[in-house]
């Protein structure tokens, strides 16, 4: 049973904020291993119902988003986040992953400059995690 069916299971308890961030951070590093730019995770959780955080990422061409994508729901899987919808694969230019609490957003450098997510849902810095900066070698 992944995360959110656990979660409406019990009756449908939020869960618990650091055991999101875990999540959250989890994702970042699987991204993170498979060479994403640009890592960033924003809490939204007090500006929409959609999800309570966005992960935002780069790849290199949409071959590598692709990649990012796949490898994201594999490693999502075995750490019981199964992803609950994908749009945008087959184009492989903007994919955004919903795995519930969690929205992931994957894009092609282009994409992610034309269509600038930061600028609409980044206001205060320190709702945000820059894991490619924070966790550079």
Known sequence: ??????????????LKETEIREQVLALCEVLDNKKALDILAVNVADKTII???FIIASGRSTT?????CDELEEKAAERGLIARRKEG???????????GTILVHLFHPEEREYYNLERLWVDDPQHCINYSREHAE
């Open 1 to 14: 049973m992944d995360a959110y069916s656990e979660q409406r299971k019990n009756g449908g308890n939020k």
């Open 51 to 53: 999800a309570d955080w």
């Open 64 to 68: 590598q988003v692709k990649a990012l």
């Open 89 to 99: 694969y087959q184009e492989g230019r903007w994919i955004v992953v919903d795995f």
